[in-house]
């Protein structure tokens, strides 16, 4: 699930998906809209800062592990791109041009283009599994949490860890929230 307001978007919308591959869009108002994107269940939803694109984490609970981007005013699939490992996350940068989807493997989180979904960079300096990536609003740098119980800052242009802090381990849902003198808190 993924609000979409933003200082720059006063959408307030949110979305919710489940076992039945349904993808539900709710508005301030309470109503619903359900879209089919799937025959297989949706565990993960991420909506793009900038385009307002949906992407999904669709899997059948084995051996299919696939991401799709949808373009949310046609429900046309932009891209879909299927992994190895299960997914631990999926996030778009600030600015929407990458799309961070973590696996449930070592060293198993990659940046995609978000438009294209061709592979930008695969992080391999990061131990880990890789469940919340979040970028700063230049898209220069990162944050990064690892189930391991580590914070590691992540440089975008130079594609290397930059800092490291240890923090509490197997947080199951992180994420960055709040605003003003509290913004960026875990």
């Known amino acids: 699930i993924q609000s979409f307001e933003t200082s720059n978007n006063p959408d307030t919308s949110f979305y919710s998906a489940g076992n039945d591959g ?18 297989l269940q949706v565990q993960k939803v991420a909506r793009n800062p900038v385009s307002g694109d949906v992407a999904v ?32 996350a999926i996030s778009f940068s600030a600015k929407g041009n990458f799309l961070f989807v973590g696996t449930n493997a070592i060293n198993g989180c990659y940046i995609l283009n978000a438009r294209t979904g061709n ?31 580590a914070i590691i800052y992540y440089n975008m242009q130079s594609h290397k860890a930059e800092k490291k802090f240890s923090t509490v381990p197997a947080l199951e849902q992180p994420m960055i929230f709040g605003k003003g003198k509290l913004n960026n808190r875990l």
Request: aromatic share 10%; net charge positive.
């Open 22 to 39: 349904f993808l539900v869009k709710w508005s301030s108002d309470g109503m619903g809209e359900h879209y089919q994107v799937s025959d």
């Open 57 to 88: 984490y669709e899997t059948d609970g084995i051996s299919v592990h696939r991401v799709t981007v949808i373009d949310p005013r046609t429900f046309a699939k932009r891209f879909s791109k299927r992994f190895s490992d299960s997914i631990s």
């Open 119 to 149: 592979v930008s960079k695969k992080i391999n300096d990061v131990p880990g599994i890789i469940s919340m990536a979040r970028t700063g609003a230049s898209e220069k740098k990162a944050v990064l949490y690892s189930r391991t119980g």
